[in-house]
């Protein structure tokens, strides 16, 4: 860490910054600049956040040199990580593909979908059964209903579950029933229901915050993985910006710059990232081309009956045109779907 | 609502969209344009989100005439809802201000803090006891002997107790020790949690999501009322903008549009909305002049040794001068503090 | 268009919007919600901004259903654009790529750049003679001795020049050196910049404002196409966001919905859209993969001894290298590059 | 500057550092840290960028201690700067209100609203005579016709004249008539607009760029100053974020951190800044509580008619009623109005 002094700032308060330093067991080299001194803190502390050094009288500003994170870094582990989803591997050369409904509405609905995905080349069925909604008027899920018309099309096609988790006493009814967790962009920063899911076996998508930055996002993957959960899939979902032409900005530069620096395989959500139908082919092919391990997506029956989150859904012959558009880019880049 | 179709829409999807539009209650009126035909939508239907009728088919975009939220709305409420907050009164002619460390560390510090801001005029003392941090590596706050502390320092100066509050499960314990329940901005949209909120009878202090628009912020506010509860209070602490000067941009614009809109009391947070101890003072002026009916701020004994959050803490002595410049800004509107 | 009225509004209020319409020479329907009276506008006056009908007494918004531009729509003109630059086609099935230095620094380093961008398949060079930059301090470019290099360059190689334009004034003179004009991200709103070049004939790359909206960056185009130049290529460059990993946050979902709105054809710069060297590549994929006709991309000689924006350029060798990666994922598309 | 290396820097790739550093006249210090080498680089060089560093093998980034502005900072300069305005002067006790339409219609209207401020209070009169407007279709101004409408106000009046200025060719023309040049937001990173402001003696208002940073906005005013004019007002005028509830976010915490950093006068612009009329009046009365040194203001004869920007518009009355409200919140601040 660098703390840069105020230009007003005299030797008494140096010598207190430098006090500070040492008390916390680190050591100090003080460089005397043309307009400013500079105080270098040698020592590895990123468990002490740089505003607390903010608040020593006489200082400037402190700036870190070392990523918050440690567990998720590729600094400790420098090969990629493989996921086992049931008999699937997220992470290695094939890209896999999540697909299903935004909600389960019923045992045939869901039935009917997991077919058509798993045909299609699927690797595993997410469904909502407890649904974050906006507005406390809408629709919130069919709750363990949804659960068990879930596990009932595992056992008709195989595909492993994937659903949303949304409260930390949900972990033991949730996860009786399916294979994945997934925390959803509303609970980034939930850090009770991260820990929780850091302390069970199951491997959980974590989805970005919509306005975390990349740091925040790997500190809250490095919750689950300091909790003893080494099975975090990251997940893009779409940021909030001043744009409004899609419902949130997808931003697909973020998966190559997760790959430089951590070793958790990175997905993306090209359905709620851009609210918009006609977008979710050319942003799935997008993601897949920018280096991305898999994709999640929303795909329905018949979109025009979804009771939640129709616009963005795909019926089943879309998605199957999709995969084998997709299927040819990751082929370009030496990977298959 | 107004659903417009798309230009190459014909009779049949119109017939189909009339259909659908009357299935769930509502009259329809055709408008031919010049180049668009229109569909004015006749009922009161804003549990249904506009995002379904987007997915029929020849269905361009709908637009929302009504606001989402109802009992939030001034059109339902049109006095200022007061809220009481033990023998306090918020939503009124007085501005009230709640000031506090951002966590309580210790018996002494909080008293000795609590004795300050109640000599400066506060009328409710804050105080974290389990705080969200965004690293897993930094301090997550007393837990319960922080509660205990608080309400040793309420019975030591009479002040109300406010505190966060991360997880339905922590309700009846935090309950038991504090009188306003605080939900954080990582929290909004924690739905399971506002539910929890509403179904007690504490006031809540609701603090705007760092992403959340002013519709989904009052949506949240409407799942406490919803759920039973009126005592909610609004708060903005910051949004999230490509702004890097401050830690957060504060929007004070919303304090009066809310104020056209809602009924509830609303109030700002300054010490998180700037992240810069400087800016504190000046945004407290400025948060009253544009019609705040309260304050919520960060204050330490001596912010060099806070555990969390300092450089954006006052001393008592920076709080009693910023008490006396607000107080004169609020008498200047007709207030007082 | 629509006009909502407020609830409080009465029928004198009514008949004062109405005549205000009749007056434009629109129609109106007057519809009788359940909460709002709404009063549909027919007749196409785009050129009447919304915020006009915001301010007659007794409106509450005013909600346009056609989109603001024209000639830049689908609607008018179905069929993709296809531009000639030089010899060469953008805005067909090949993929056109436009390389080069940020800024010109010597006929050495142009020439050098020149011959390597074209063995590895460009179809234009760019150069900036006349820098934009943020810092009075910074370099400027090389000006009239820059677009000479320039042009030389495209003597010793064949290759189209691409070049930024500042200012009106400069029009004549950079024309006579250079065959496509560039306006940058900086200029996007500068209407007399638009205007001027709309009445040129060079071929202009329009880049998208930092900060402006789809609406925005097409009615920008639609200023050129207004004044007469047929010729105008978007170019998506990132916009300003609370990302801080890469420089912009490169919005590549504004593609494919450019390219269901617009004939236009649309490009992307992966260099200043992300800022950092290790992304250019894989964010070129994207942008073919999501169905970008064209790259804008920074290449230089030594990037370490570029004047200017070294971090986003690459070496000769790794523009050879991405070159062949899209081209394989623009194989995978049905296109090539 | 601080410049960390990566981890897998070796000791050739420090020395080369090492060596460029010095190329440019800077000494380096070498930090041995636990996780990372660091090389302090001493000397005052704030015209490299630092993106120039991160292009050297070996370098993961360049941190700036300085700021990139000189001639702006309260380091070169202590006290406040005081702008003469004709015979008002903006910057010291007296908060100055500038107001007027947005465009100049006539000269009735021009004249109306002239003297209606001027007796509520104004110290300027502004108007738009060359509009930039986001439609090629929209109403441009009045152009020369509207300067001689101004100047004929000013003698009716004796109000100073603001107007906005939009290309580097217009300033003889426009500083004929008027008394102070405005740079609009689209134009704050037109530099060879700055330029040519810079080079004249007419005092300048200059706008924030709708999505510029405090450093940005700086250094355009570094622009002006650099090239001799040393009269700049910097005027927040609100940026781009998320918030769909006003036209954009007048973010209000850039005042008083401006103060802080810079010497220069620092306005505000409620009118476009929410684009909201029943904004207007609250965030005046917090722009002054914050510390802004004056207002500027949209007042209009009939907002009905208004051909530009009606709904932030003010009436006389209304502003006559901004005026009086606006005063006590200044004399609550020890200033004057």
């Not at 308060?13 to 001194?37: M, S």
């Amino acid at each position: 860490m660098i703390i840069v002094m105020k230009p007003t700032a005299g030797q008494a308060e140096i010598d207190h910054v430098v006090e500070k330093v040492e008390a916390v067991g680190c050591k100090t080299t003080l460089l005397e600049g043309t307009n400013r001194k500079v105080i270098a803190v040698i020592g590895d502390k990123r468990d002490i956040p740089p505003e607390y050094w903010d608040t020593i009288p006489g200082v400037e500003k402190a700036v870190p040199i070392l990523t918050p994170y440690k567990l998720a870094s590729r600094e400790v582990k420098k090969s990629d990580t493989e996921i086992k989803i049931n008999d699937q591997v997220l992470g290695g050369k094939k890209i896999g593909v999540i697909a299903g409904p935004c909600a389960v509405e019923s045992q045939d609905q869901i039935n009917f979908i997991a077919e058509g995905v798993k045909k299609a080349g699927a690797i595993a069925l997410r469904g909502g059964a407890f649904k974050p909604r906006t507005s406390p008027y809408s629709f919130q899920g069919l709750k363990e209903e949804g659960l068990e018309y879930l596990a009932r099309a595992r056992e008709a096609t195989g595909l492993a579950i994937v659903t949303e988790i949304l409260s930390p006493e949900h972990i033991d009814l949730v996860s009786s029933y399916v294979d994945v967790l997934q925390i959803g962009t509303r609970n980034m920063a939930n850090f009770l229901l991260l820990e929780a899911v850091g302390k069970c076996n199951k491997p959980v998508i974590l989805k970005r915050g919509m306005s975390a930055t990349l740091d925040e996002f790997l500190l809250a993957g490095e919750y689950i993985l300091s909790h003893g959960n080494p099975n975090v899939i990251l997940c893009e979902r779409g940021i909030r910006t001043f744009e409004t032409h899609t419902r949130f900005t997808l931003s697909l530069s973020i998966v190559p710059h997760l790959k430089l620096l951590t070793h958790l395989p990175v997905i993306v959500d090209p359905s709620h990232g851009t609210g918009v139908r006609e977008l979710v082919a050319p942003m799935s092919r997008g993601a897949i081309a920018v280096g991305a391990d898999g994709l999640i997506l929303e795909v329905h029956k018949d979109p025009e009956k979804s009771f939640v989150d129709g616009p963005q859904a795909l019926t089943i012959e879309s998605f199957e045109k999709l995969m084998k558009e997709s299927g040819a880019v990751a082929e370009s880049i030496g990977r298959e779907i």
